[in-house]
DNA sequence: AGCTACATGTAAAGGGTTACATGATTTT
DNA sequence: AAAATCATGTAACCCTTTACATGTAGCT
């Protein structure tokens, strides 16, 4: 359940059509939340279908820009949801099953494979550290308040994950390259 | 496309019947692919289907236990599918979500999630180092081939990605409670 | 008038989750 | 015989993914 609550959050820090939202996915939210234009669109119809969002006035036609903003009740619905005790969902990652079956039937490929992620993960936590510097300079964390602190956290987040990939990956492509 | 793939390592690891998958993917396989057994029974009849996988020659009944073997071309199947090209599946942690909505809207309760999950992932972190000293000592790691070593690196992961959400929650723990 | 980019949507297929159903075996 | 447990399976629902469809606006 939370793609309406990741679309209510990036309406509140400003309103939208779908197709911005579809952007905004693709950039920043998108990082630790994707999501297709399809999931997109459908969630919009259910927000507003419940009340949550709505539509600005304009009754526009299929092919027409259509603004969403984010109503008392979705702001309150948002809040709720953030206190709301919910389980880390069970892990699933594929590069580790991949290590586990390269362990019963033998690797060969794999270093490729892995390679290959690593200059991925490189290359994502560079563009990370870019922002960091850009956007939460020393100075600026010392004089912002919680909610820039907050911010901080989900971009740091973003870095622990890759940093922890790309240490991974090197330490067992020195496994391989016995 | 993992599911079909996990199975093919278990069976291959030790043959068995849907149960005892079962049981080893809420164990050892489940701490980076979880699977209840409604996909694994599922997943079965498709895998025998497909002549990747046997089960042994008793023509059971329903309530009869059915034990499957990996075949040949079960095999080639995976040693295929681990030098096939795959990209890391975009990111989604609803953690990280509700940090974003919290410096939306403000944090309140949320102290007490992030202090929820931190001891779980504390938890998740001590048992992953007591099956580490008690399946991986130095010595053993020393003496062992390629195959410890990849297996070492699996729990490794698990091991890394606990030892991030501690540390990430801390952290953020301390942002909330300044 | 045709082309391109913008914008919203529909359809179908597949994986995952939850709840339930049924047969076999063991225990009391 | 009844109950509990083991074991396999069905059904319904939701989310995600991929491909496709349709309408609008601006430009040449």
Redesign the pocket.
Known sequence: ???PHAILTALLEKPS????L?RRFDKSIGFFW??????I?????RLEQSGLIRSCPQP????????YEVLPAGRTALADWIADPQDP??V?EPMVLRIRAAAAVGGRGLAEELGRHLELHVRQLAEYLEIERHDFPAERLAAGGERLALQHRVLRAGIGMEEYWVEWLRGTLAVLGD
């Open positions: 359940m939370s793609l059509s779908g197709l911005e579809t994707s999501a297709t234009h399809q999931q669109y459908r969630e919009l119809g526009p036609s299929r092919g027409q820009r259509k603004e969902k069970p699933r």
